[in-house]
């Protein structure tokens, strides 16, 4: 590595090629490629808990948002789960207002400076826009968290004009994204919002699951104190279904609605010898520790987390990836990934898995562990992998991973994280029996978010199992949508979409 | 010549019986008895017969005679030591002595719990080193047959730095004797008489309304965990044990630092160093674990990026400051160089600023007004310094510091400094050169300041920088000729670099905000 | 806000807490437990629910730690960043003829709420408490008054017979007392050695476990214990398991997780109680 790299921004980096130009369009300029995010080099970076990306520059948004050939009928709005309108906003950033451009945003989305960080664009909007056909995509993630991060760090954030007060309480379980977003859109339709947090901070996945690193927590407190600006309550420390139940909340609280959005929220763990050994964290352990807990800033916050020397995460998916970053910046030396298939196979977001292999996690693919082994004192020592080996498709798609028999080795490791994913939390199930859930306990909804419950509506992975945050937001979306309509007496039926 | 259970043993005119039992690996139990301390004859632990006297006499204050014949262990000076231990242990907790499950509890409940009250067992932080402790072992102590009365005196938590849990104390007066005969304060003295008589402050006051220096000599001799550091009293058994130089001030204290999980856990004076009478003052004793240890401290490189800091690497760093440098003429650039730094770094400083015609360099914050006068556009100062916004003709700022402090926010680089713990090197003190040791790794990236010089030089490409230690440099300046000078920091100086300590250790802010009326604060 | 109603210190280390919540006044059963965070720094710590009236309710609690430091500390009038519950499964209640209860430590005051509830249904109940010292025994008399027999150990004979609480149950039982049903709330070691005594003569036995803790709602599995070769969690399964089938060597060596890192929160953590920053700081006078 050159030590005399220059840290400038790549302004000039403004090769032209040919392939982008439009055929049919000679005399467009050529347009220059996709805006690169700058971001912290991987040997800093695996140190410190501060945001991997710096951000675009005004220039640099300016020059990307001026890429866009603003479709009539623009793909990337179809993308989107929850419909952002996406040239509207681009334009309005390539003609430098960007606070604008943001108020544009959140006229769809709550929390922008949240998705443009964690949404996989690459699979939404990104994936349908029609300069990805030849070249690149417009890169709408990096100009979407730009808008939101001018209106923040310029602390001139707006409120959008409110519907006159109705008399309808509506009451949310859960702060988590799909919360959030029942929270914006009813609050701007004018009715009475208590949300119930069974934590001491609101956010809910996006505080206690991903790090900091990757979403910088003083935004999502930015995102909530939008929320409460907008008459939101939030009822912290309240865990619905053992201080109230359901039930208790329609009836003695007299909340004319109810939503839940609680997350999954119920580890699962592999089921074999060793789980409980010193050293065996959930992810959910792991990253509430050092996420919401601040434990990556102990002692001076008083939640203890093992470091770990030579870490081992189960799992590829994008939780997996945190902890094993998470892991990196604690201090250790070494970070294994075990994960039984392929990384073409990994359900992470390709930009995390690149992020992590750029930070040096040991991938150890196409094995499984069988058995974790401990010392005498109860402490991790040791896991035992099967090798696996890829076989046919299953329903998902993807090649079926099978255990090669007798094949087996194993890895040093102090500290194991299981990051295979999560059940439903079964606690609102158990306090509100009659409400209904398939086999494995996910909420059953309609494509209104209803329940089987009347004025009981659910969303997020509590319904799905787990999923993203943009897919929760979008849910959030339809739920308020049914919530509205059912306690304003509007018929599905009569509403043309 | 003098016999000691039939052995003969050589006389020294002089000393007491228990100092030349000692000196021949005789033990004799002792607890109110210190090699600090003058002799007491308190606890009556070390009673010896002497033949051809009556009775019997403590070892700890008769003086040895020629053609002394002692016996220091028999059936009935073992007889008479229970008994006396058991008296004192009337008043102390004993459970962990006595109890018939002790042994399988504690391999059961591993570690001390953190208790906020000491009530014997694992809530004793003074578990594995208590004198008690060593005493019932050494006397097969298993029953006791006065019930343990509980005095319910109050927990004195209410002062900085120390806890003291008077219900633990067996009145051996170690503490009393420390701070009149070693300290000359006499803060502590017996107060009561008879059965109530107890140790504590004159008119039983807080120790901040006191004239207390908050030294903690009382706390270092305590045998029973009555006087406790706060924040020092948990980690049982350091790792290792380093002694280093103070560099808060120009008086040159050398103090004993206990290491634990490579971090610094406690600190005493140290023992060997004989020219120190008294202890080291509550900055040394108290403060330095935690301020170092402190979350605050600067651990990368930063370079301003988009309006923000970044963390970054040396490298990246280093190229920066060359550059600015590099950028403006040497008469607009100005080196503010901290009575903090090791002689090593200091020397350094001088020498690249030589290199570099840099004539500017600031060694008090009266300095600073040549910014203004002068026209300074670059400043790279060692040490935070306030107000630096108010100088309109600066246009780059560089902040070598061990904390982020005053003058952060408008710095376009932050180059993050080890601590005088974490370097090896020498200092000029009123008692002349003394070394500083590397007791602990410093956080992260953090290096030390004179290895920050070399890799700016080396950037620049200037020769004569390539050290390995700082012996070489040592070397350099012994050639040429050049001394370090005491630095001017007074003991009562409040800060480390730019970084009031009081900031980071909340302890020592209430301290000195409790006695901010008076001239001396501690 | 949660506001601390009352707050005195019993005897040494053990502190009766009263808080001001609504919810869990309102719900809690007994064999339950609250979350309680001094200050945004805190660690979430689970305490016993002891009693509750009106609005509020009782809990012990025991400085042992930082967290716990900075809760004691507190004077009443003070507000708790957090209090979340009740928590956990209520304990097992019913109508089992005679039961021994024994508690230690917190387990003192724990054990009063299913000592009352099993009066009330009506057991005949004869509890044990334990303590070093007689200066650590307390809340004697409440406990008295909801029990038909009461004994006391001390491990330095002050008061009571000279043991733990072990060495009076395998008194009663080798005296031919017959239990049909046990409870042992306090210090993992006492719990495992009463829980090896009931086992042979097979009186079914229940331990209420206090496992290190997270959220509290099963979603981190940090309080996850082996209970007849199955794990369980703490905080939502429990925390009252079976005696006989709980893996406690287990357990304990879980509880010992962050003993390093408990010693180290000492020395650098700014946790000065807030009492004290008061008295001294300038701007209280």
Redesign the interface.
Known sequence: MSKKKSPAPKKENAKQSPKDKPAEKPKRPPRPPRTKMPEQPPDIRIKNFVEVPYGLTPEEAQLEAARCIQCKRPKCVEGCPVSVQIPEFIALIKDGHFAEAASKIKETNVLPAVCGRVCPQETQCEETCILGRRGEPVAIGYLERFCADYERLGGHIKLPKKKRPNDKKVAIVGSGPAGLTVAGDLSLLGYKLTIFE???KGGGVLVYGIPEFRLPKEIVETEINYLERLGVEIK????IG???SINELLTKDGFDAVFIGVGA???R?LNIPG????GV??A??YL??SNL??AYL?????????KGRKVTVVGGGNVAMDCARTALRLGSDKVMLVYRRAREQMPARAEEVHHAAEEGIDFRLLSNPVEIIGDD???VKRIKCQKYQLGEPDDSGRRRPLPIEGEYFELETDLVIIAIGNNA???IKATTPDIETNKWGNIIVDEFGRTNKNFVYAAGDIVTGGATVISAMGGGRKAATGIHRDLMGIKDEDVQD | MLVINGNQVPYEEGKTILEIARENDIYIPTLCAHERLPSFGACRMCMVKVHGNKGFMNACTTKVKDGMVVTTESLEIKRLRRSIFELILSEH???CM????AE??DK????I?????I???N?CPNKETCELRKISDALNFKT?RF??F?K?LP?E??D?FFDRDY?LCIHCGRCVRVCQDVEGASILVFTHRGHDTKVGTSFEKPH?ETDCKFCGQCVDVCPTGALSA???????TPDEQVSTTCLLCDKGCRFQIDV??G?M?GMRPDPEYKTLETGICVKGRFCL??LL???DRLRFPRIRRNFKLYPTNWDEAAAKVAEIFENYPPSKIALYISPFLIDEADYLFTKIASDLEITNIFRSKEDLTNINKKGIKVLYTTEGLPNLDKYKSLEKIILQEVFSADGHDFADVILPAAAFTEETGTITTNHGIMTVEKVVKAPDLALEDWKIVAKIAQELDLSGFKFIETSEIQGEMKRLGIKGKTRGVEEHYLKYRGTAIADKV??F???I??R?ERDKLW | MYEIVEKYEEV??VHRLVVREP??AA?AQPGQFAIL?AD?????VPISIVDTKDDTFTMFI????????KI??MKEGDTL???????GMPADLGKYGRVVLGGGCYGIGAIYPLARALKELGNEVVTIIEA?????LYFQEELKAVSDEFFVA?????EGTN??VQDVLVKLIRDGERFDHAKFIG???MM?NCSHITSPYRIPTKVALNTIM?????????C???VEGE?KFAC?DGPEFDGHHV?W??L???K??????????????????K???K????DSK
């Not at chain 2, 006595?98 to 499950?101: D, I, N, P, S």
């Not at chain 2, 706060?230 to 049982?236: A, G, L, S, T």
């Not at chain 3, 010992?256 to 109680?273: D, F, G, K, R």
Request: some cysteine; glycine content about 6%; charged content about 20%.
């Open positions: 069974a934590f001491h912290y420390n309240h865990v053992m201080c109230k929220g119920l580890p763990f789980e409980n050994l010193n964290y959930s959910n352990e509430t520790r807990m601040k102990y002692p001076t916050y008083n939640t203890p987390i093992m004192t109860g402490v939390n079964p606690l | 907790p004993s459970s006595m109890c018939a499950q399988h509890c059961f409940n591993s570690g719990m953190k208790a906020g009250v009530t014997g067992c809530t006791i019930p343990m509980y319910h927990i938590r209410n900085p219900n901040i706060r924040n020092q009293k948990w980690y049982e634990k999980w971090r856990v674990p935690v240890n402190n979350m909340p302890d802010k209430i301290l905000e409790a901010k | 040494p280390n919810n869990i719900k965070m945004e720094q805190s660690e979430r025991l400085e042992l730690g930082i967290s716990s430091a004691v500390n960043e957090a209090v979340t519950g009740p928590l070093r010292s007689d200066y650590l001390t491990s330095d004979g002050t043991g733990h210090c993992t070691y495992m997270l959220d509290g709602t099963g979603m981190c599995g940090c996850r214990v082996s794990t939502v893996d060597d287990e304990m060596k879980r010992s997780s962050y003993l390093m890192e408990e010693m180290l929160a000492y020395q650098t953590a700014p946790h000065t109680c009492a004290l920053e008295a001294y700081s300038g």
